[in-house]
């Protein structure tokens, strides 16, 4: 099993990127993990409802196209299912046991998701009522995995 992070938009934030590649250090002794970021849509700060759908399912067109007929697509939505981190461990547990496709999870950008995305997502996730930006919810996300893999492995990590 293969996990796949795919992002609307580029880091440019050092202290971001350091924070992505920690994780990605510290997962790589637990887990193949993929990053793929896409292109955003450039818009100016004022849209109506139709160019803001639009912008969202054309970057939902270029998340699409990088996800594999059996992937298993976790889509994070404010409006998601919100799990504890021992629930989420459990999650890849069973994933590992019962399914033989990669996990992909999906961040949107500072326009949220398309409903292509969402009519191929699995199941959507969230991680709060609260609102954080997309840069950030990669590092929230990984931390995230890393702490799964560190209960699912009976190892310690702080609580």
Request: charged share 25%; net charge neutral.
């Amino acid at each position: 099993m293969k996990i796949k992070i795919i992002c609307v938009g580029k880091i440019k934030e050092k202290y971001l990127i350091s924070g992505i590649d920690e994780y990605l250090k510290r997962l790589s002794g637990y887990v193949k993990l993929e990053f793929i970021e896409v292109n955003d849509e450039k818009a100016p700060d004022t849209l109506s409802e139709a160019e803001l759908n639009q912008i969202k399912e054309l970057e939902g067109k270029r998340i699409l196209s990088k996800i594999a007929e059996n992937d298993y697509v976790v889509a994070l939505a404010i409006e998601g299912k919100q799990k504890s981190s021992e629930e989420f461990a459990t999650f890849f547990t069973n994933h590992m046991n019962y399914y033989n496709s990669d996990i992909v999870f999906i961040i949107g950008g500072s326009n949220g998701l398309g409903t292509n995305v969402y009519k191929r997502a699995n199941e959507l996730l969230s991680f709060s009522k609260m609102t954080f930006p997309h840069q950030l919810m990669r590092i929230i996300l990984l931390e995230q995995i890393y702490r799964a893999y560190k209960i699912i492995n009976n190892e310690t990590y702080h609580k």
